[in-house]
Every structure is written in C-alpha cells, then in structure tokens.
C-alpha cells in the first residue's frame, strides 16, 4: 500500500533550515524561519510566561481532559484580547493546536457551510494558506494586494479585483503585519474593504498571527475590530506562538462572529465537531498559560511591556537597516522597510539574486525574497546591507 504514496514536495522553509545547518561557514544570517529573536539570537521563554508556568506546576492537580472546544477561560481570556469590548456580540469559539490548526478549521468550517465558496486572498499571502486550500480542494482566487513597485499596497487592484466576489465567498485576510510582505492596510483601506466585502454579500476571514508585534495590541486590533463592527459574519484565526512565545505549545483558537444566537448555536456545534473529527481534545498547557497572564493583572503588565520591548527591537531593526541602505546606496529607495509592520518584509529580491546572496554571503531568506527583520543580529546589518547591494538590489 505505501508504494502507491505520492511523492510530496519539501517544504521551502524546511529545505532552507537543512541548507543553513550543513553550510560550515562562520558567519550565516538566518532569515528565512519566522520566528522572533532577541539580541543575543535566542527564542526566549517570556518573563510572564515563565512565571505563570512556575505557578502551573505547582498548582495543577490534574491532566484530565477539558471541554472538547478546549477550556472556557482560555477562549473568554482570547475574545476580551482580540475584541476588547463587551458588544454583546454572538461569538463561538474553539481552542486549536496554533494559529494553523485554526486556519484549517476555519477553511473545513466554511466547506461545511458552503461547499461552493471560493477564498480570495491577497497576492502574495502565506503559503499554508494556499497549501491547506489546495488539500482541502477549495477554490483559491488571489486579488491584487502588494505592489511591488512602491511596496506598498495596491487598492485600485484589490477593489477591481474584489467586484468579483459572490454571495458565500471569503475574503482571506491578515489582520496586521502581513505576512509576507509587512505591508498593513491603513484605516481607509480597511473601510474600504469592508465596503467591498459587505457589497458582495462575502464573508471575512482573518488571520491574526502577530498581534502586537506591529503597532501594538489595540492598533493591530483596529481594522479586525472595524471589520466585526461592519460584517455580521467573521472568522478569526488567533495564534499565541508569536506575541507569547508558544511556539511549540500550538497555542490558537478560532473565534467566529454570528448575526444572531441562533447563528452562534449552529456554528459552535460545527466548530466542536470539528476538533472532535480532528484530534478530539486541542491541547491545554499553553491556552492555559495564555490564560493565565491574560486574567492576572501583574503578569498581563509585564507581558505588554516584553511585548512591547519586542515590538521596539523589530522597529530598531528596521531604521538600522534602511539607515545602512541609504548610506550605502545614497538612496532612499529602502526606506519602505520603516514602514512595514512586524516581522517581514519582501525586499524585491529575484530567485537569482537570493540564490546569489545565500551563496556568496551566507544569507538565507525564503525564494519569495521574504527577510524575517526579527532574525537580523545587530551586527548582521551592515552585512546585508552590503550583501544586498552587492547582488544588484
């Protein structure tokens, strides 16, 4: 029977981290991986995180099963995070292994409801995305979103490209820091996506993986925030592996906006039948973590403070590296790099190039040209700057 597997293609960032640990050079910059880094090039265990930890284990007295959407006060903990206010809005809610697990069952929770939707996203979008669709043998459709040009973001092409849309149609989103080109939608965007999505009688659905890594919390927030004002249907995937640090905790939920409570009752019994079909239980100790920062005051303060020293670090990364730029070059044409949000932007690199910059300075980035600044070391930047200019960019 396994002989008649069909060959599967390697995964580009996993091919990327098997280039870099058998290249014997000194000096290589990894900036491929999505994962933060701090100063000294380490994934830290957050200061809150760790304490709630300290006191989890002391303190816990059973590994018994939660409720099948996972525990209550964990997905209570990531609507108040996500939504912040007390609409009274009709929300269902399950816990997911990561922000993936939920994106993967907010696309099964739309082919149960309506089996001919297709899934317009952004062009360019993360690549699970388009992997996961792909599987599940849903419709993808990209709408124009990045302009490679002015690196910034193309609303004439996106709203020519979203009259397309029909009744039942979902609208893939990233609800800030986009990933992977770190170009964010400003409020008059938003609104006027909003108009579009609502126009066509589509359904919104965003993926929220770096909350608080851009602008912070409530102004990452703000465009979900509007879009859940306007819509009376949205799907929010939440990942926790980015702004907590639970990387290998999968720690995710999916939150989903209904019109009304009979709307919320269906939903939420699709949703709970999912992650029984699925993998039954979703794990607890790092929802429980989340949690627990999230409902302590102390511990929630100087989460927001790392975060923000996080948040600061990427900012820093960014100037440095379009200061070295312009210095270099006597150009400001990378000075879009400041004004991308979170961890990436795309620096208009060809595959030629980024195989020249991987090969001749031990620089790594995804073939896209995609750079995670967060995996930059200070000293890595005059470097790049360097290695980038060098290779014609």
Aim: aromatic share 6%; hydrophobic share 45%.
């Amino acid at each position: 029977m396994l002989e008649y597997l069909p060959e599967q293609s390697p995964d580009g960032i996993l091919q990327l981290m098997q280039q870099l640990r058998a290249d014997p050079r000194p000096h290589t910059v990894d900036l491929g991986v999505g994962v933060y880094r701090d100063a000294s090039g380490n994934t830290p265990v957050m200061r809150a995180v760790r304490q709630a930890q300290e006191r989890l284990n002391s303190t816990e007295t059973t590994k018994t099963y939660t409720a099948l959407e996972g525990d209550s006060a964990f997905l209570s903990a990531m609507q108040t995070l996500v939504l912040d206010d007390e609409r009274g809005a009709h929300i269902a809610a399950i816990a997911t292994p990561g922000g993936t697990g939920a994106v993967r069952l907010g696309f099964d929770l739309v082919r149960m409801a309506w089996p001919d939707a297709r899934v317009f996203h952004t062009d360019p979008t993360w690549a699970n995305h388009l992997s996961i669709l792909a599987y599940l043998g849903m419709e993808a459709v990209p709408f124009r979103y990045f302009d490679a040009a002015s690196h910034g973001i193309d609303m004439d092409g996106m709203l020519q490209d979203l009259a397309q849309l029909r009744e039942g149609d979902v609208v893939l989103l990233h609800g800030c820091c986009h990933n992977p080109t770190g170009a964010d939608l400003n409020a008059t965007g938003w609104q006027a996506l909003i108009r579009a999505i609502n126009a066509a009688g589509a359904v919104p659905m965003i993926d929220l993986a770096y909350l608080g890594l851009g602008d912070g919390i409530d102004a990452d927030a703000a465009g979900l925030r509007a879009v859940c004002a306007a819509c009376p249907e949205v799907l929010i995937a939440v990942s926790c592996s980015k702004n907590f640090g639970l990387y290998r905790e999968r720690v995710g939920a999916l939150l989903v906006q209904a019109p009304d409570a009979r709307a919320q009752r269906l939903a939420q019994g699709a949703m709970t039948h999912l992650n029984r079909q699925t993998y039954s239980f979703p794990p607890d100790h790092g929802a429980r973590l989340a949690q627990m920062v999230l409902d302590d005051p102390a511990l929630c303060r100087d989460w927001q403070d790392e975060l923000a020293e996080m948040r600061g670090q990427i900012t820093a990364l960014r100037g440095a590296l379009a200061a070295a730029l312009r210095a270099r070059s006597n150009s400001d044409r990378f000075d879009f790099i400041t004004a991308h949000r979170g961890m990436f932007s795309m620096i208009g690199a060809s595959p030629a190039q980024v195989t020249q910059l991987r090969e001749d300075h031990g620089i790594y980035m995804t073939r896209d040209a995609r750079i995670n600044i967060a995996g930059l070391g200070v000293d890595d930047v005059p470097h790049l700057a360097r290695a980038m200019l060098d290779v014609g960019l």
